[in-house]
């Protein structure tokens, strides 16, 4: 047989929004997840639900910053690009975005299987921040999209387990220290792009995870999965079994005919073949299965609300087409996590391709078309023998290095020794970002920044918070160690560790900040207030730092540390406190719309009602306004009676639009 797969680079010119720089401040305040579940709601809830939803979840984003610093400017941006293709399909893979699969075209038709988005347009959707749509994303983690999503992985060509050529994407998931990887390869006339997954623990102890894999598609189809129940869970945060395919009249296996986003995770009973399709009118679309491992299946509708369609439209470029989603799973919901024990792994087999049936009709008999249909085309024995070939593969070292991604796993693996076969995580990897914590592991002590600011991550893991607690304690080392302190949940011990440090430290305002940060978490919000104004004239009173540091650096400090000042003050009815801070940010931050609202809110506080709505009436953008938020439309209650304006109009709950 000759093989006829082929990876090569490529580069995608799109319209694109700058990322920025991430926030350079440590992510102490609360983690803000719309993905949370209300507690009246557990009662009745399965058992191995009702583990998974409480399996450690998430609460911090430490050790990763978030990703704040884009905006909506875009313009004509070249995006590296690796594509694998054989005869009959054509995926795109962005290894510096995440390793998203951004297209996949099933060539003999010419048709896009998936919702491409024309546009790269950051929005707060990620647990860190920065996300975009479209493609086939990985998420690993915790609840939510990955901090990776705008991050870059590792990518390297790898012998296919068919003797052909196999895409390898890796990187160390930082949130929960774990390795995976995903293996992309298109058997030789094969219609189905086959993703080999494998996540490890490699630590001594139990870790929970979580895996999704969403795949964006136009939102004109009708979504098919083998389930006559799901539990439906809307930005109310309320979770509930309902019947498939409708519920309260209405059939919302079609997304457009949700009203509100909303998920829907099917619940497919055991036994039954795993698999889920997104089919047009006409019979054409995309399916994708798995093996048993990937468990849960779910369809995401933004709904044919106005809060769900300005979504859309923030999301992409005007004359776009919507789309949803439907997802893969490690656990039934993505509410839950999933322990991995001590030193073992998990891993599956996904595939993607075209799938053509009638998806009309009476539910059972559209389904049953459907599975048999996918059955003739791609048999589930198929499936399952194809994954026993990949399993060795996995462990085969990387050839063709295509892209690197970040220096922490080589890091890791420094410390730990740890072997990871298939994934190597090579010194060479190691760079600025890493070098304070190599010396640590290496001399026991942190080396001092070479300015007055503390300039680097914090690492929070036990391993790392023991050897911060034994280096010599310098006011660097002191406000690191309160900082994983305050990670582990030893909160009184990190308010110490960070007031150690400030009578010594070069710049008081990051501890100030910390220690504001810990006020305002104790519900002491005069003091919190307090401590962010001293902490933001400390830093309109320092110089950038010493080690080369650009305006562009000291700016993101400013905007991230006055945001925040901002919103203390306004809480604690400082208002001529919150003004002064206003008037001493550079005019190319107030001129952001997050500050633009921020604007307006003080407007408010000081009575200034016209002035205030003048800023609306002007208008203005929030790049970065978060999944779920409310923030512009208590902004307008409190500002007039009046309809929210469209442009505005961002609500995804049907209690509030």
């Given at each position: 047989m000759v093989v006829v797969t082929r990876i090569r680079r490529e580069v995608l010119t799109l319209p694109a929004a700058e990322l920025g720089p991430d926030n350079p401040l440590p992510a102490l305040r609360p983690l803000d997840e719309v993905h949370r579940l209300d507690d009246r709601d557990l009662d009745g809830i399965p058992r191995d639900m009702a583990r998974g939803l409480g399996c450690a979840p998430l609460r911090s984003l430490l050790p990763v910053r978030l990703r704040d610093g884009y905006d909506r400017t875009r313009a004509p941006r070249p995006l590296d690009a690796l594509v694998i293709e054989n005869d009959r399909l054509r995926a795109t893979v962005l290894p510096g975005l995440g390793g998203r699969v951004a297209s996949l075209v099933h060539l003999p038709t010419g048709r896009e299987l998936l919702y491409r988005n024309p546009v790269f347009q950051p929005a707060d959707f990620a647990l860190n921040g920065a996300w975009y749509s479209g493609g086939i994303e990985w998420n690993i983690g915790a609840t939510g999209h990955t901090t990776l999503s705008c991050a870059p992985l590792?990518?390297?060509?790898?012998?296919?387990?068919?003797?052909?050529?196999?895409?390898?994407?890796?990187?160390?998931?930082?949130?929960?220290?774990?390795?995976?990887?995903?293996?992309?390869?298109?058997?030789?006339?094969?219609?189905?792009?086959?993703?080999?997954?494998?996540?490890?623990?490699?630590?001594?102890?139990?870790?929970?995870?979580?895996?999704?894999?969403?795949?964006?598609?136009?939102?004109?189809?009708?979504?098919?999965?083998?389930?006559?129940?799901?539990?439906?869970?809307?930005?109310?945060?309320?979770?509930?079994?309902?019947?498939?395919?409708?519920?309260?009249?209405?059939?919302?296996?079609?997304?457009?005919?949700?009203?509100?986003?909303?998920?829907?995770?099917?619940?497919?009973?055991?036994?039954?073949?795993?698999?889920?399709?997104?089919?047009?009118?006409?019979?054409?679309?995309?399916?994708?299965?798995?093996?048993?491992?990937?468990?849960?299946?779910?369809?995401?509708?933004?709904?044919?609300?106005?809060?769900?369609?300005?979504?859309?439209?923030?999301?992409?470029?005007?004359?776009?087409?919507?789309?949803?989603?439907?997802?893969?799973?490690?656990?039934?919901?993505?509410?839950?996590?999933?322990?991995?024990?001590?030193?073992?792994?998990?891993?599956?087999?996904?595939?993607?391709?075209?799938?053509?049936?009638?998806?009309?009709?009476?539910?059972?008999?559209?389904?049953?078309?459907?599975?048999?249909?996918?059955?003739?085309?791609?048999?589930?024995?198929?499936?399952?023998?194809?994954?026993?070939?990949?399993?060795?593969?996995?462990?085969?070292?990387?050839?063709?290095?295509?892209?690197?991604?970040?220096?922490?796993?080589?890091?890791?693996?420094?410390?730990?020794?740890?072997?990871?076969?298939?994934?190597?995580?090579?010194?060479?990897?190691?760079?600025?970002?890493?070098?304070?914590?190599?010396?640590?592991?290496?001399?026991?002590?942190?080396?001092?920044?070479?300015?007055?600011?503390?300039?680097?991550?914090?690492?929070?893991?036990?391993?790392?918070?023991?050897?911060?607690?034994?280096?010599?304690a310098t006011w660097h080392t002191e406000y690191h160690l309160g900082i994983a302190q305050w990670h582990a949940g030893d909160r009184a011990q990190a308010v110490r560790s960070w007031e150690r440090a400030l009578p010594h430290a070069p710049a008081r305002w990051p501890l100030l900040r910390a220690l504001a940060v810990a006020d305002a978490d104790d519900g002491h919000h005069e003091r919190a207030a307090d401590r962010y104004a001293d902490a933001f004239a400390d830093l309109c009173a320092a110089g950038c730092p010493e080690d080369g540091g650009r305006d562009a650096d000291r700016t993101a400090v400013l905007a991230a540390l006055g945001r925040e000042a901002l919103e203390a003050l306004l809480r604690a009815g400082r208002t001529a406190a919150a003004r002064a801070v206003w008037e001493r940010l550079p005019p190319p931050v107030r001129q952001r719309g997050r500050f633009r609202l921020l604007e307006a809110e003080l407007l408010l506080a000081e009575g200034r009602r016209d002035a205030a709505r003048a800023v609306f009436d002007a208008g203005f953008e929030v790049a970065d306004l978060r999944e779920g938020s409310r923030a512009l439309d208590r902004v307008w209650d409190r500002l007039t009676g009046e309809p929210l304006p469209a442009r505005y109009d961002f609500r995804m709950r049907p209690d509030l639009a």
């Open positions: 590792h990518a390297a060509r790898v012998p296919a387990p068919d003797g052909g050529q196999m895409l390898r994407l890796w990187e160390w998931e930082r949130l929960r220290d774990l390795p995976f990887q995903v293996d992309l390869w298109l058997p030789d006339g094969s219609d189905f792009l086959y993703a080999g997954v494998r996540v490890r623990n490699p630590h001594q102890h139990p870790v929970p995870t979580y895996w999704w894999s969403n795949i964006a598609v136009p939102e004109e189809v009708r979504v098919l999965a083998p389930a006559g129940e799901a539990w439906h869970f809307g930005y109310e945060r309320r979770l509930r079994r309902v019947a498939v395919p409708s519920y309260d009249g209405i059939d919302r296996t079609y997304p457009l005919n949700s009203p509100y986003a909303a998920d829907y995770f099917y619940d497919v009973p055991d036994g039954r073949r795993r698999w889920i399709a997104a089919l047009d009118a006409d019979g054409h679309g995309l399916v994708q299965t798995s093996t048993d491992a990937l468990r849960g299946r779910k369809l995401f509708v933004w709904g044919s609300g106005t809060g769900g369609r300005r979504w859309q439209q923030w999301l992409t470029e005007p004359g776009t087409g919507g789309y949803c989603e439907i997802q893969a799973g490690l656990a039934r919901t993505q509410l839950e996590h999933v322990r991995l024990d001590a030193e073992s792994e998990v891993s599956w087999l996904e595939a993607y391709g075209p799938l053509d049936t009638e998806p009309a009709g009476e539910w059972h008999g559209a389904v049953r078309r459907a599975g048999e249909r996918l059955e003739s085309v791609l048999p589930r024995a198929r499936v399952e023998e194809a994954y026993a070939l990949w399993r060795p593969a996995a462990d085969t070292e990387p050839g063709e290095v295509l892209a690197t991604g970040s220096g922490w796993g080589a890091l890791e693996v420094l410390r730990a020794g740890w072997k990871l076969p298939g994934t190597p995580f090579p010194e060479s990897t190691l760079g600025q970002d890493q070098a304070p914590w190599r010396q640590l592991l290496r001399t026991g002590s942190l080396p001092a920044p070479p300015g007055p600011w503390p300039g680097t991550d914090t690492l929070v893991a036990p391993h790392w918070r023991e050897l911060l607690e034994t280096a010599p």
